[in-house]
């Protein structure tokens, strides 16, 4: 499959396109005599909220504001951005769909668009074809770049339109207008797609080959995050280890160029795979004051057999030597991961063999889930599926182990005071704050009154505190501000 980059030709026809709906738009509004609003609805990862922060910032760019009320507020536009990892999501998207038949009705120039990973099954686009004629654009996360072209042609003809590109694209940030949500973090994708082929993941599917940005330009747009501001960066890929950039630049060139800013307090990424996490990435991370000591490596199943049935080119005995390694060198780290229970031909024993490397690796918090069945991914067609009771049973016994470990790593926080970087209000009732601390645990904390701190609207996102920590939860730990840094 082809890998096209984004021409001149491409930028003007988006520029054009933008300025076109910019007047749509602007006259629509006029004759409604109101302002009109979108609302971008964002489902799964990280990747699609950095897409999400385009769409909007397109939006924006074509005279439309965000709309005010929650997540299935009539705007004038509606986007849809689809996550196709678990089953859940799509009975989301397609039991929301439903309520906008009646709106739509009665709000004929509203528009509809669905993109995001689920766009790229084809049973999810001929099930919208057949159900939901009201749907007016159909488009896949791969040609982000051609929205306002795609948008622009189905409000012009009036008829549903239906995008599903069959390359895959390449467009640097610097195409889009980007509407970062957190004044404090911008998200950097660096790379796109994954080309490891997981036999349960839809990814490699939904999202294509794997494209790396080029060096340069993220180098770029990190300068230019630092002047404007920004405090955390996230750079992003499904895979960021197979990073390749001009010359030879791999994501260890990446990591450490993004931590000379000084300007960054965090700088993290997601995810690695554990087959080709290199020495020298764990080297920066122990070693840069700024770079987060936190590893997220997706262990997936603890057997062998099991490992080898998911095509995840390790064993568990290099996956343990992996996670011991970053343990030994980045002193307090955390390390968190993801397990599946219930791949198909999964037995007690190897089960057992997840629950030991788990009582092994002690990670500090774990994704876990059941495995579902995605169309078109190979394991799909596998034998043995296990059955539901099974896997519902794993599961709980799983995440019951996960918790106890995530629990204990919180509990080795209390008494310490720590770096906290601020993220906003967590409960606006009790004025309890937010933020992470350098090894992502979450805290939750309060700011006692006689400190005389500026609590107002955004004015603590972003910034550093310490915080002393006394008591700890399952996934978060409690703690009081003792200082604000930098005041
Ligand atoms: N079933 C269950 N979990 C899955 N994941 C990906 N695909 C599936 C599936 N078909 C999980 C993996 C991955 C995480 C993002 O989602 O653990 O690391
Ligand atoms: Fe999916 Fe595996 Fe690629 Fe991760 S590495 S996105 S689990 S195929």
């Given at each position: 499959?082809?890998?096209?980059?984004?021409?001149?030709?491409?930028?003007?026809?988006?520029?054009?396109?933008?300025?076109?709906?910019?007047?749509?738009?602007?006259?629509?509004?006029?004759?409604?005599?109101?302002?009109?609003?979108?609302?971008?609805?964002?489902?799964?990862?990280?990747?699609?909220?950095?897409?999400?922060?385009?769409?909007?910032?397109?939006?924006?760019?074509?005279?439309?504001?965000?709309?005010?009320?929650?997540?299935?507020?009539?705007?004038?536009?509606?986007?849809?951005?689809?996550?196709?990892?678990?089953?859940?999501?799509?009975?989301?998207?397609?039991?929301?769909?439903?309520?906008?038949?009646?709106?739509?009705?009665?709000?004929?120039?509203?528009?509809?668009?669905?993109?995001?990973?689920?766009?790229?099954?084809?049973?999810?686009?001929?099930?919208?074809?057949?159900?939901?004629?009201?749907?007016?654009?159909?488009?896949?996360?791969?040609?982000?770049?051609?929205?306002?072209?795609?948008?622009?042609?189905?409000?012009?003809?009036?008829?549903?339109?239906?995008?599903?590109?069959?390359?895959?694209?390449?467009?640097?940030?610097?195409?889009?207008?980007?509407?970062?949500?957190?004044?404090?973090?911008?998200?950097?994708?660096?790379?796109?797609?994954?080309?490891n082929?997981c036999?349960y993941?839809?990814?490699?599917?939904?999202?294509?080959?794997?494209?790396?940005?080029?060096?340069?330009?993220?180098?770029?747009?990190?300068?230019?995050?630092?002047?404007?501001?920004?405090?955390?960066?996230?750079?992003?890929?499904?895979n960021?280890n197979?990073?390749?950039?001009?010359?030879?630049?791999?994501?260890?060139?990446?990591?450490?160029?993004?931590?000379?800013?000084?300007?960054?307090?965090?700088?993290?990424?997601?995810s690695s795979h554990p087959k080709d996490l290199s020495d020298?990435v764990i080297?920066?991370?122990?070693?840069?004051?700024?770079?987060?000591?936190h590893l997220h490596l997706a262990m997936q199943s603890g057997s062998d057999k099991v490992l080898k049935a998911m095509n995840r080119p390790y064993t568990i005995e290099k996956f343990l030597n992996t996670a011991e390694s970053f343990r030994s060198k980045v002193?307090?780290g955390s390390l968190t991961t993801d397990i599946i229970v219930?791949f198909?031909?999964e037995?007690?024993?190897d089960f057992l063999e997840t629950l030991d490397a788990v009582n092994k690796a002690k990670f500090d918090a774990a994704f876990t889930?059941?495995?579902?069945?995605?169309?078109?991914?190979?394991?799909?067609?596998?034998?043995?599926?296990?059955?539901?009771?099974?896997?519902?049973?794993?599961?709980?016994?799983l995440?019951?182990l996960t918790?106890?470990y995530?629990?204990?790593?919180?509990?080795?926080?209390?008494?310490?005071?720590?770096?906290?970087?601020?993220?906003?209000?967590?409960?606006?009732?009790?004025?309890?704050?937010?933020?992470?601390?350098?090894?992502?645990?979450?805290?939750?904390?309060?700011?006692?009154?006689?400190?005389?701190?500026?609590?107002?609207?955004?004015?603590?996102?972003?910034?550093?505190?310490?915080?002393?920590?006394?008591?700890?939860?399952?996934?978060?730990?409690?703690?009081?501000?003792?200082?604000?840094?930098?005041?």
């Amino acid at each position: 499959m082809a890998i096209i980059k984004t021409t001149d030709n491409d930028k003007r026809e988006f520029d054009s396109a933008i300025s076109e709906l910019y007047e749509y738009f602007t006259s629509l509004g006029a004759r409604k005599g109101r302002g009109l609003t979108y609302n971008v609805l964002t489902y799964g990862c990280q990747l699609n909220e950095s897409d999400s922060e385009k769409l909007s910032g397109m939006l924006a760019e074509m005279g439309l504001t965000p709309s005010e009320g929650g997540e299935l507020d009539a705007a004038d536009v509606i986007i849809f951005n689809t996550c196709s990892i678990r089953e859940n999501a799509d009975r989301h998207l397609f039991g929301n769909l439903g309520a906008f038949k009646a709106l739509k009705k009665e709000h004929r120039d509203m528009i509809i668009g669905i993109g995001g990973c689920m766009m790229k099954v084809p049973e999810n686009v001929a099930r919208i074809k057949k159900s939901y004629p009201y749907v007016d654009l159909v488009f896949d996360p791969q040609q982000l770049h051609r929205f306002p072209v795609l948008l622009r042609d189905s409000i012009r003809s009036k008829k549903q339109l239906v995008n599903i590109a069959s390359e895959d694209y390449i467009a640097e940030d610097s195409f889009f207008p980007i509407d970062r949500k957190r004044k404090f973090r911008a998200l950097v994708p660096i790379m796109y797609g994954c080309n490891n082929f997981c036999t349960y993941c839809i990814v490699p599917y939904a999202r294509g080959r794997e494209r790396s940005r080029s060096f340069d330009e993220i180098v770029r747009e990190l300068s230019e995050l630092a002047s404007k501001g920004y405090k955390e960066v996230m750079l992003l890929g499904q895979n960021v280890n197979s990073y390749k950039g001009e010359d030879g630049k791999t994501f260890a060139d990446i990591l450490r160029a993004a931590s000379e800013f000084k300007e960054f307090s965090r700088v993290r990424f997601m995810s690695s795979h554990p087959k080709d996490l290199s020495d020298e990435v764990i080297d920066i991370i122990a070693t840069r004051p700024n770079v987060e000591k936190h590893l997220h490596l997706a262990m997936q199943s603890g057997s062998d057999k099991v490992l080898k049935a998911m095509n995840r080119p390790y064993t568990i005995e290099k996956f343990l030597n992996t996670a011991e390694s970053f343990r030994s060198k980045v002193e307090g780290g955390s390390l968190t991961t993801d397990i599946i229970v219930g791949f198909p031909g999964e037995t007690e024993e190897d089960f057992l063999e997840t629950l030991d490397a788990v009582n092994k690796a002690k990670f500090d918090a774990a994704f876990t889930f059941q495995y579902s069945a995605r169309p078109g991914t190979k394991a799909a067609a596998f034998e043995d599926q296990i059955p539901q009771d099974i896997v519902t049973d794993r599961f709980g016994r799983l995440t019951e182990l996960t918790n106890r470990y995530a629990e204990e790593s919180n509990a080795r926080l209390v008494g310490k005071t720590m770096e906290v970087l601020i993220e906003g209000i967590s409960k606006a009732g009790d004025m309890t704050f937010s933020g992470r601390t350098v090894t992502n645990h979450l805290v939750n904390f309060t700011i006692p009154e006689e400190l005389g701190i500026d609590i107002g609207p955004d004015h603590l996102e972003g910034r550093l505190c310490e915080v002393r920590i006394d008591r700890a939860r399952p996934y978060s730990v409690d703690g009081v501000l003792v200082s604000l840094k930098g005041e």
